[in-house]
């Protein structure tokens, strides 16, 4: 026996996978899959920052100067986040 799922746009209780009544999709994981979808293709579309920009311009140089600049100044940057990071892990390992 199936499980029934109750639509979101029409209210009506079904056991496949698609309403019966307004024909939208009820299973949860092509939904999740849908919405994630969405989001990367929103995410696509709209255009980088400015710093975005600018680190990139920087990564991609053929300047040898700034191209040592940023890659000191991105392990700087996870230098930093590893400090951090195992803060946090010690003050999540301490209550249990």
Known sequence: MG????C???GEWNMQDVCSVCGQDLNPKRERIRKIREVQKKKEEEEPSRLETFLLIWKETKNP???????????VWVVYMAILSMIAFCIAWGPG
């Open 65 to 75: 100067i700034l191209k040592i600049f940023y890659w000191m100044g991105y392990s």
């Open 3 to 6: 499980t029934e799922r109750k």
């Open 8 to 10: 979101s746009s029409c």
